[in-house]
């Protein structure tokens, strides 16, 4: 796991945090560890929205950006204005697209990663890890 920058209360990473923390940039950065790391899922979403998920955690977890490996399982199909990109051959690469960034105070995104995490967790994405090989 690694934070990236966010605005605190003095805003010293105010600029950094604009210019990272976007659909882009998060989906570039998680592209990049599936092609490198071939990890079985990742995630990459806001604190406040990892606070939000219920415990006992799930081995597997979802937020605003995520991959999972065609290892974990098929990715069902998933509602506007989720998109969903291939990986090569690995994996999918979720993206919760909202006109604004996916925050955790907004109901409608809030809304919105529910819906999602129901049909992953339906579809047994959200389940115990693999077995070693």
Do not use: C
């Amino acid at each position: 796991m690694f934070w990236l920058p966010s605005a605190g209360p003095d805003d010293r990473h105010a600029a950094n945090a604009e210019r990272v923390l976007t659909a882009t940039i998060l989906s570039g950065l998680v592209r990049a560890m599936a092609v490198a790391w071939e990890p079985e899922w990742a995630i990459a979403t806001s604190t406040a929205h990892w606070n939000r998920i219920p415990e006992p955690h799930p081995t597997r977890l979802f937020g605003w950006v995520t991959y999972y490996s065609d290892q974990v399982g098929r990715v069902p199909p998933l509602p506007a204005p989720v998109r969903m990109e291939r990986i090569e051959e690995k994996g999918t690469l979720l993206i919760l697209l909202t006109p604004e960034r996916f925050t955790a105070s907004n109901p409608e995104h809030v809304a919105l990663a529910e819906r999602v995490r129901e049909l992953l967790d339906r579809a047994g994405l959200l389940g115990p890890p693999l077995p070693s090989p």
